[in-house]
């Protein structure tokens, strides 16, 4: 079984409007009502693709209820901490033909107590756990490094992890002695990674920047570089990925669902090629949907087979 982590989940309330105006009222009856967060887009994808699952993550109040009865509804499984807190809302407004204005909550802040009881409970989870999803930000009251003491956790269990943050907590996560099984960063979080531009087309200069310091120990780097696929480095082997021109009807979550594609395989030990490819292959998928974290498996196949992977 895989466990996905969503730290601070939310109700994603996507507005579509033709215009946005501002500083008067917009109306629509356009409005669709989702449980989000990275580590949710995971579950969904995961659950989508036939993979078994636990969400876990803390939440609370009565959007803590809503979230979770939306993954009863999907039949999406699942084993949150409660805290005495609401959980946080997300909103999207999708305006003037392709726009996207967002107005993102910071949510709950943690206690320590409620820390050290999702830290438990975590600890439980772990018993029944293949491998660890960690996605998305930390909420407020716990310290960057909480990422890497999960890693630690889940090490001390003999569980990988694949971290998807950015950020202090990543840095966290990297520095630390236990290292995740896997970093999944795009162009733009590893450039700020490594205070440098990236660009995805100069190959020997993503090799360099892969094999910085920064990341030994970590088998798996996958950088996602949107319509251009991946680079990619596992153990002492680079890989470029491409994949076939798509028509994209909504990319946001396509990170999220090439950490699911990435997770399932790994789960099943899959070859280096299959797992490059499957991940490749729910980024796309994702993409050619309107709603967020979600893939038609009908598809894979298709996708799957016209993605390359070259050694370089
Ligand atoms: P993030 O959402 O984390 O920024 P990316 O934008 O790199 O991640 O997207 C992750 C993956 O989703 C890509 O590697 C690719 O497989 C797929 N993808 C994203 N955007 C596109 C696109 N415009 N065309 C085709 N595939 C895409």
Redesign the pocket.
Known sequence: MILTVTMNPSIDMAYTLDTLAIDTVNRTADVRKTAGGKGLNVSRVLHLMKHDLTATGVLGGYFGQYIEAQLDRDGIGHSFTHIDQESRNSIAILHDGGDQTEILEAGPTLSEADADAFMAHFDDLLDQTTLVTISGSLPGGLASDFYAKMVAHAKAKHVDVLLDSSGASLKAGLDAPDKPLLIKP?EDELGALLNTTVDKHDLTALRQHLSDAVFDGVAWIVV????A??FVKHLDRFYQVT?PK?N?VN?VG??D??LAGLALALDNHASDDVVMKTA?TT??L??MEAETGFVNPALFDTYFNQVTVKEV
């Open positions: 795009n996602s570089l949107g319509a696929g991946a994949i798509i994209v990319p396509s990170g669902s090439t490749m980024g796309m994702n993409t």
